[in-house]
T-cell receptor, first 112, second 113 residues
Framework: NAGVTQTPKFQVLKTGQSMTLQCAQD?????MSWYRQDPGMGLRLIHY???????DQGEVPNGYNVSRSTTEDFPLRLLSAAPSQTSVYFC???????????FGPGTRLTVT | GDSVTQMEGPVTLSEEAFLTINCTYT??????LFWYVQYPGEGLQLLLK?????DKGSNKGFEATYRKETTSFHLEKGSVQVSDSAVYFC????????????FGKGTKLTVNP
């Protein structure tokens, strides 16, 4: 199993540009989620999904969009990037019986 | 709302010293509690967990006990190594199946030889 994979590892965007952060898992996990990590703030939940076709907002959803068309993939879309979205983004997944998710390696995004 | 408070860092220790990183939480009911570790340039890895009161999680020489009476989940290790240098996060997941993990702000540990 590759676990949770994320691409790209690094990305630089200009303000107003859009892009998609990719997340995939090969463990057939029902639950997937996106977090952002900012210095001194821990991780905060952006969006999550409890299964294909079902998504919901987390703590900081504004400026982000998600969809879950397959069990394996959970892309995060930035509609119009802003400097406040400069952060490290982590995708995570877990099965229904697990208390805690597995995290991907992260994507470091800089918006100038 | 639910919250996690962990001791501010950074923490600098010499090799073989005793480590304690304090973590307290606020939550209703009986949350599940976790410690994650983030090594430089890497993602988060689950270090240990406890899902009910008085449970002790342990892994790689680290331990933490779920104390409901003091709402705490302090991380300890008897003898740290240089390879333990990392950022440590305390986190909780509320009872009832919420998908949201609530994280503390993280504590950076540096262990010197």
């Amino acid at each position: 199993n590759a676990g949770v994979t994320q691409t790209p590892k690094f990305q630089v965007l200009k303000t107003g540009q859009s892009m998609t952060l990719q997340c995939a898992q090969d463990m057939n996990h029902e639950y997937m989620s996106w977090y952002r990590q900012d210095p001194g703030m821990g991780l905060r939940l952006i969006h999550y999904s409890v299964g294909a076709g079902i998504t919901d907002q987390g703590e900081v959803p504004n400026g982000y969009n998600v969809s879950r068309s397959t069990t394996e993939d959970f892309p995060l879309r930035l509609l119009s990037a802003a400097p406040s979205q400069t952060s490290v983004y982590f995708c995570a997944s877990r099965s229904d019986g697990q208390a805690t998710p597995y995290f991907g390696p992260g994507t470091r995004l800089t918006v100038t | 709302g639910d919250s996690v408070t962990q001791m501010e860092g950074p923490v600098t220790l010499s090799e073989e010293a005793f480590l304690t990183i304090n973590c307290t939480y606020t939550a209703t009911g009986y949350p599940s509690l976790f410690w994650y570790v983030q090594y430089p340039g890497e993602g988060l890895q689950l270090l240990l967990k406890a899902t009910k009161a008085d449970d002790k999680g342990s892994n790689k020489g680290f331990e933490a006990t779920y104390r409901k009476e003091t709402t705490s989940f302090h991380l300890e290790k008897g003898s740290v190594q240089v390879s333990d240098s990392a950022v440590y996060f305390c986190a909780l997941r509320t009872q009832g199946g919420s998908e949201k993990l609530v994280f503390g702000k993280g504590t950076k540990l540096t262990v010197n030889p």
